[in-house]
């Protein structure tokens, strides 16, 4: 849908992406480790899944990243959003996610391999994939707390500043906006509040989903020597905090479904089949029928008015 061809909607398209891929391939694998005890997927295969596994979360959490800095700019700086090749610069920076975040997954892919872990209980030991040998403490600990940093702490610390510099931002706008501006300038701002908490509400699905399994890692790796918990209450851990990371990757569409009107919409109408397609409607472009009218510009705690076009409000409605 032409109408649904928004910035942030070619971010979340990137993270269904990314979910889709994550659920194919890992989600099996990691269900067939708790069904069996040995490991069925050979050497390459468990450098394969641990890079598929490491790109999918940082595509995940960067995407969710960039999103809160492109809810920022749309906010703080609209006019910047107006440009022609807005949809090609989105499509370059969902690339450069990928990018990054394939090469933060090298060296997983690279020292992930099939090691040896000991049962004492048992008195025996089975082979599975793991980034690291269990004796080695030192370089677990520090694997363990790298990603927990990179993955998870400093971009929800990043999200966590953009979306506190929006609700400052929107909240000066309100305060300060003259009277005769109110009705045409707060539609516009509703319209943005809207975009911004759905981007919000999917970081918080991420940070919760994710915190669990991030605490488990952490534990395992400060704990471990030379053997490995198995006893229930770890296993029941295990599971759980695996099932709800992996859950994060399925949960976005009904969040999008409850948060967002065109998402319902076009929902119901092409997988539900309720309603009829509704008549296109011509959209002003951003290079024709460009009619200025106004919108807000936040300097400080002062409002001005500059320009605005139809296309801008038009979009940021029917965008997620």
């Not at 990691?30 to 979360?57: H, N, P």
């Not at 994939?129 to 790298?146: G, I, K, M, T």
């Not at 951003?286 to 009619?291: C, G």
């Amino acid at each position: 849908f032409k109408s649904m061809q928004t910035v942030p909607n070619i971010f979340i398209t990137s993270l269904a992406f990314e979910d889709v891929i994550l659920l194919l391939t890992c989600v099996p694998v990691d269900a067939a480790c708790y069904m069996v005890e040995t490991w069925l997927f050979g050497r390459v295969g468990c450098k394969m899944l641990s890079f598929i596994q490491r790109t999918s979360v940082g595509v995940s959490v960067f995407t969710l990243t960039v999103l809160s800095a492109d809810r920022y700019k749309a906010i703080v700086k609209p006019l910047e959003l107006q440009r022609a090749d807005a949809v090609l610069r989105t499509c370059l920076k969902a690339t450069c996610v990928w990018v990054i975040s394939m090469l933060l997954a090298v060296p997983e892919a690279v020292s992930s391999d099939l090691y040896a872990f000991h049962l004492p209980e048992k008195n025996s030991s089975f082979e599975t994939c793991a980034p690291y040998p269990v004796s080695e403490r030192v370089l677990q600990e520090a694997h363990s707390l790298v990603c927990f940093l990179i993955f998870y702490i400093v971009p929800l610390a990043i999200i966590s500043i953009y979306y506190f510099l929006i609700a400052r931002t929107l909240y000066q706008s309100t305060s300060n906006m003259p009277a005769e501006e109110q009705g045409h300038a707060r539609k516009q701002i509703e319209s943005r509040k809207r975009v911004a908490k759905t981007v919000l509400v999917l970081v918080g699905l991420f940070a919760l989903c994710w915190l669990p399994n991030h605490i488990l890692y952490l534990y395992r790796s400060f704990t471990y020597q030379a053997s490995i918990d198995t006893s229930a209450f770890h296993l029941v851990a295990t599971i759980f905090s695996r099932a709800l990371a992996f859950s994060n990757s399925c949960v976005n569409p009904f969040a999008l479904y409850w948060l967002s009107k065109g998402f319902r919409q076009h929902f119901k109408k092409e997988v539900l089949c309720c309603k009829r397609k509704a008549p296109a409607t011509r959209r002003p472009s951003i290079t024709q029928n460009y009619t200025p009218t106004r919108t807000m510009s936040v300097t400080g705690s002062e409002i001005s008015v500059t320009f605005l076009t139809d296309y801008s409000i038009t979009k940021e409605e029917e965008s997620v």
